[in-house]
């Protein structure tokens, strides 16, 4: 029986009195957040905590990073918290691609069992806890290896602006194609009062200040307090519910049709080939869903970086990153012989993120364009959506899942997953005097705190033995170059040499 999706209930923090939210602790923060996100959603649906209690089976949550609760006990403590007791608890940790976990979680466990009610709920609080410096350098050291990566100054954002670097040189994709579709997505979130960026229109001064490589600040995801919530079941199940009482009789739903995630490695260092494992998530959702790519109407792709959107949607359906970037720059992306509407809301990079639970802004996108989120985004397409996508992305691109949502159950069966593509792991690893090329460069000018102080240069280094480095990079007499200018990469040569203690490029 296909799992079903009731409806998605979101919170943000201008929803609470400003000095009051100010005053709270972070943990009052967030249970303000978790419990309002529950208690909305119940809301939408007819029903309150305790009259759907007797029929939950199992919460499905996803760690709270920034306040440091990881581990399944939290998981068990806020169930308790809200007043649920005799279910099933179930903890996600999968990054940015969380709440895609999440909803596969709950998808597995209505597959298996379907008398089975699944709520999928967690809060994060990033804006309130992540103020200070020290903080930032707790942010890195949590995406970055500390002997692969941080001595060279590597930083979440020069990680991903080394992917971009390459992209860009592999197809064709811009900084002008970068610009153009990042002011189209904060155009949509200009309209929408829920919106972090909610009236703030982009200006080219913003556009033009880049923090690494080709990202500046509105090309990055924002980071906001916010939490999300939503039940999923089965039609029968469904119905038992209102015929109980437990919910309202014209509750509606869509049908959770697929499910997938894939990973590739925990550090930027382990990615072999900069390989990226979103083509592998979408292609085993689209396997189990009785859907195909050419029969998407809607799709939500995970925007931490403007060029993510190009590098995700190019392996979601098989296209080329240069077809792509020039459809994303009207807000589409194509898919068989059309193009699709996305990402209505503005995004993470304008909506809301909550770190792991940034994938909600997604969740409240898709779902209001079925009319099932409590508080819809204000651009809907004019005619409900038939298949509709959930991407999400986690790490440094390490990490994807898909979900596929429809309207109406596929006439088509499952298939068996076509991968082609197979994914490595890459061992860091080089030597004094061993030579290389330089597979990816960026200019890091942002680094607060860092170790290593910008701007400087971050280099990927492909090494004769076949194992891929970051490192600085430096001339024959010695001296640190910290610009990409004049680099052609995967030509320019290097050598391997130790220089305080760690590895580093000198041009030969």
Same mark, same amino acid.
């Given at each position: 029986?296909t799992p079903i999706l009731l409806g998605a209930a979101d919170t943000i ?18 249970? +303000? ?6 208690? *909305? ?95 930032? *350098? ?83 995801? =924002? ?13 029968? +199940? ?32 382990? *990615?072999?080939? #900069? ?14 869903? &009785? ?28 296209k080329s990153p240069k077809e792509v ?22 995004? =993470? ?31 809907? #397409? ?53 030579? &290389? ?31 891929? =480095? ?22 320019? +040569?290097?050598?391997?040499?130790? *220089? ?9």
């Open positions: 029986m923090e201008s929803e609470f009195d400003a000095e009051e939210y100010k005053a709270a602790s972070s943990l009052e923060k967030y249970y +303000k957040i978790l419990f309002r996100s529950v208690d *909305k959603l119940f809301g939408f649906l007819g029903t309150d905590r305790s009259k759907i209690a007797p029929f939950l089976t199992d919460f499905v949550s996803i760690e709270a990073q920034s306040l440091g609760r990881e581990g399944y006990g939290y998981s068990v403590r806020d169930a308790n918290d809200l007043g649920f007791s005799g279910i099933a608890c179930h903890t996600v940790d999968l990054g940015g691609a969380s709440v895609g976990g999440a909803l596969q979680q709950a998808y597995t466990i209505v597959s298996a069992n379907p008398d089975s009610v699944v709520l999928v709920a967690a809060a994060d609080i990033p804006k309130s806890v992540f103020k200070q410096v020290s903080d930032l *350098k707790r942010l890195t050291a949590t995406v970055c290896h500390k002997d692969w990566e941080i001595p060279y100054g590597s930083t979440l954002i020069g990680l991903y602006a080394l992917l971009a670097e390459r992209m860009m040189k592999d197809s064709g994709v811009n900084s002008e194609d970068f610009e153009e579709i990042t002011k189209v997505f904060r155009s949509y979130a200009v309209k929408n009062k829920r919106a972090f960026q909610y009236e703030k229109e982009l200006t080219d001064k913003q556009l033009k200040k880049h923090l690494a490589g080709p990202y500046s600040t509105p090309m990055i995801a =924002i980071v906001t307090d916010h939490g999300f919530a939503t039940l999923i079941t089965t039609e029968a +199940k469904k119905q038992e519910l209102i015929e109980k009482g437990a919910i309202r009789k014209d509750a509606d739903h869509v049908y959770l049709t697929g499910a997938g995630h894939s990973i590739h490695a925990e550090y930027f260092t382990q *990615k072999k080939d #900069l390989a990226s494992p979103s083509g592998i998530a979408a292609e085993r959702a689209f396997s189990i869903s &009785g859907w195909e790519r050419e029969d998407l109407d809607y799709a939500w792709i995970y925007d931490c970086f403007t060029g993510m959107i190009v590098t995700e949607t190019s392996h979601y359906f098989g970037a020039a459809s994303l720059r009207k807000g589409k992306v194509p898919v068989g012989n059309k193009e699709i509407p996305i990402n209505l809301g503005g995004g =993470i990079l304008n909506y809301q993120a909550a770190m792991s639970l940034s994938g909600a802004a997604g969740l409240i996108d898709v779902t209001s364009q079925y009319g099932l989120a409590a508080d819809p985004i204000p651009n809907r #397409l004019e005619k409900t959506p038939n298949v509709s996508l959930l991407g999400g992305n986690g790490g440094i691109d390490s990490i994807n899942s898909v979900i596929i949502f429809s309207k109406e159950l596929p006439r088509k069966p499952k298939r068996k997953a076509n991968i082609t593509r197979t994914i490595s792991v890459n061992v860091p690893q080089g030597k004094e005097g061993e030579e &290389g090329f330089i597979l990816s460069a960026t200019t890091v000018n942002f680094n607060p705190g860092g170790e290593k102080k910008p701007p400087y240069l971050l280099c990927a280094v492909q090494t004769k033995g076949g194992s891929m =480095i970051l490192t600085n990079l430096y001339d024959s007499q010695g001296k640190e170059i910290i610009s990409a200018e004049g680099i052609r990469l995967g030509e320019t +040569k290097v050598k391997l040499q130790n *220089k305080n203690s760690i590895l580093q490029s000198v041009l030969v």
